[in-house]
């Protein structure tokens, strides 16, 4: 891998984070983003549609702990725009990584895959 340095240092400048993560991700730190599990999208207030509080905790975001979780299909037909803490997205790439691992063909035959490696990288991001 060309980019090995992706853990977010601490006070790092939220916009000079995020076009690093742009760059150097590219499609695969967005794609396990959005393989994370959301809860029940109809049970979910207005704040966590917009991802102004985490999804899954309630927390309040700041720009640099809080990571999107792409756009959403929300109740009623409506597209949602949900954001996670650090803390429930690491938690969440965890769960989803042990999940993916034992389901996937090219993980099963040791073979590259863009998702293991973004949730990896995701699940650890939160456990710092
Ligand atoms: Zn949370
Ligand atoms: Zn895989």
Redesign the pocket.
């Known amino acids: 891998m060309e980019h090995r340095v992706l853990r977010m240092p601490q006070g790092a400048h939220a916009d000079c984070w995020a076009g690093k993560l742009m760059t150097t991700v590219e499609g695969a730190g967005a794609a396990a983003l959005a393989l994370l599990p959301l809860p029940n999208v109809s049970t979910l207030s207005g704040l966590q549609t917009e991802g102004t509080i985490c999804v899954w905790c309630g927390a309040s975001l700041v720009p640099y702990t809080a990571r999107d979780l792409g756009i959403r299909p929300g109740p009623n037909g409506v597209t949602i725009f949900p954001r996670g803490c650090g803390t429930c997205v690491g938690a969440k790439a965890a769960d989803v990584y042990k999940i993916?691992?034992s389901a996937?063909?090219?993980?099963l035959r040791n073979r590259p895959?863009p998702?293991?490696t973004g949730l990896r990288r995701l699940a650890s991001e939160g456990a710092s």
Do not use: A, I, L, P
């Not at 996937?104 to 993980?107: A, L, N, P, R």
């Open positions: 993916h691992v996937c063909g090219s993980c895959c998702e293991r």
